[in-house]
């Protein structure tokens, strides 16, 4: 059986993306999964989404990570899909649809690639020692760094996310430098055991974590820079919850082909 896939990227974080409205594809092979999502043996991808028909929504987004596995939240994933239900004429220029961790809201531009992304309410930022910890559709630690350009991103995120705290249920790795008047984000996620060029829950929750940090309240826009590119982040706290918070950048199509499963 063949598959029409597009392949989207958001400031460097790739996604394949299937139109399954028709509900004929069956995604519940991991092993299939992952072995679309490998760079040498597949199409390549940090995850695999499923654009499928959901009654009082514009349509719903089913995420798997690279390794397979269904997955949480992915931010930069959801705008990408967003600018994938736009060029299917889904949606025009705004859309309200369903993800793992529930509705969400999205703008899109007209020329159809910067997405505006409406996430999770916050009402919780933990502490781990120094580090931030706390849950935007996927759970992040937070650490500041120095020299974060050169920092092996790879062996200090691996060493975090498999330590005795979370090695059972995972959690993505952000090292945070100040850079202008925003950060410069650097990210190892689990399910793709690795580092990506960018993290769309990753930085919303450096930019709640950063607003903490330095006991700032009100409305918030954060501007940060990843290996991928930029992207903004803007919210608004009382110090304690933080809601109304859009993850903003870019979301473009690369190519389209077909697939044998």
Known sequence: MNIKFYKYQGAGNDFILVDNRSNTIDHSDPALIARLCDRRFGIGGDGMMFLQDKPGYDFEMVYYNAD?????????????????????RIIDDETNFLAVDGPHYAKISASGDWVSLQ???????ARDGEAYVLNTGSPHYIAMASGLKNKDVYHDGYAIRNNDTYKAKGINVNFVEPE???????????????????????VTAVALAMAAKNHQTGKINTPIKVLGGDLNIRFETDGTHYDHIFLEGPAKLVFEGEVEI
């Not at 996430?119 to 930022?125: P, R, S």
């Not at 925003?182 to 993290?199: I, L, P």
């Open 68 to 88: 397979g596995q269904p997955s949480s939240m992915c931010g930069n994933g959801g705008r990408c899909i967003v600018a994938f239900a736009k060029f299917l």
């Open 119 to 125: 996430m999770i309410d916050v009402n919780e930022i």
């Open 180 to 202: 202008g008047n925003g950060y410069f984000v650097r990210t190892f996620e689990r399910g793709v055991e690795d580092e990506t060029y960018a993290c769309g829950t990753g």
